[in-house]
């Protein structure tokens, strides 16, 4: 189950990194969806 749940994660930051070759790309986008980041701290007006 876990590990279908990451490669879950990995296939949404495919398609949300879509035109980007470079891994970094893909791994800061696997980070956001990943971390569940509040954005709230740095921008108050994000929703």
């Known amino acids: 189950g876990f ?3 990451l ?3 990995f296939q949404a930051a495919k398609r949300r990194a879509r035109g980007f070759s470079r891994f970094d790309t893909i791994r800061t986008v696997i980070f956001l969806i ?3 980041l509040n954005f709230r701290a ?3 007006h994000a929703t």
Do not use: Y
Request: aromatic share 0%.
């Open 3 to 5: 590990l279908e749940a």
């Open 7 to 9: 490669n879950g994660l």
């Open 34 to 36: 990943a971390g569940k």
């Open 42 to 44: 740095v921008n108050p």
